[in-house]
């Protein structure tokens, strides 16, 4: 009895963020099953990871992944959820938010937030455990059509990456019918320009500090020879 006692606060969070996530999964199949002027998954809930926070390790800790999942990208969705109570925006789905708030002094804070929920929950999805190595063939001859070759690829975006000042992100993109590397600042997103994101690096501090401190090129490197999710890449490219 006791032991369930003082088991009990560990399983309560458990279940919060179960339930977190389930609802989650609801709204996207609810959201699948309607048509495309349906009702909007509003207020936004945090999706879940696409892996166990420590399945990226030994690239990514779960000590990182704890803190970048559980504590920035959830900040990020409640305080947009905030933000919007009682706006146009309350009802609209993420990407009408940040298309509609982009560029816009006066709604810097809700962009912000929605376009940092959007860019995490594509981070994620970025990356997975079995991740590196060449790109399925279809993803590889656009690469090579674009850079030459996928070497080439890769070093364009590792100096994106490296020599984005500050905080933001590197983008594979699709620009027309193009392969691009391109690069963001804080919370920018590459579609508002036109640009079709296929994958992102994210090079906040707080994605790499407790495991490489101040070696962003470390991280980078290591993200793409061990981390890139070239399969992820290629489905948003189809
Ligand atoms: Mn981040």
Redesign the pocket.
């Known amino acids: 009895m006791n032991k369930e006692d003082t088991g009990n606060s560990p399983i309560v969070f458990g279940r919060r963020d179960f339930l977190i996530a389930a609802a989650g999964t609801v709204a996207a199949l609810a959201m699948g099953g309607c048509s495309k002027t349906s009702q909007a998954s509003s207020p936004h809930a945090l999706p879940p990871l696409p892996y166990a926070e420590n399945a990226l390790e030994p690239v990514l800790t779960a000590h990182t992944i704890g803190y970048?999942y559980g504590k920035?990208?959830r900040a990020y969705v409640d305080n947009l959820n905030k933000l919007i109570e009682g706006t146009e925006y309350a009802d609209l789905p993420l990407e009408k938010i940040i298309a509609g708030a982009a560029g816009k002094m006066e709604k810097a804070a809700i962009f912000n937030n929605a376009a940092?929920v959007w860019?995490?929950t594509f981070?994620w999805k970025s990356m997975t455990p079995k991740g590196g190595g060449e790109p399925p063939d279809a993803l590889k001859q656009k690469i090579q059509a674009s850079f030459g070759s996928v070497d080439a690829c890769k070093k364009e975006l590792a100096g994106a990456a490296v020599s984005q000042f500050g905080s933001g992100w590197a983008w594979l993109v699709l620009d027309q019918n193009t392969l691009k590397v391109a690069k963001t600042a804080n919370a920018e997103v590459p579609f508002t320009s036109g640009m079709k994101p296929l994958l992102t690096i994210?090079v906040?501090e707080?994605?790499y500090y407790l495991d490489y401190q101040n070696r962003r090129a470390d991280y980078v490197n290591a993200f793409l020879d061990k981390l890139i999710n070239w399969e992820f890449a290629m489905q948003n490219a189809g």
């Open positions: 970048h920035h990208h940092q860019n995490h981070y994210d906040w707080h994605a």
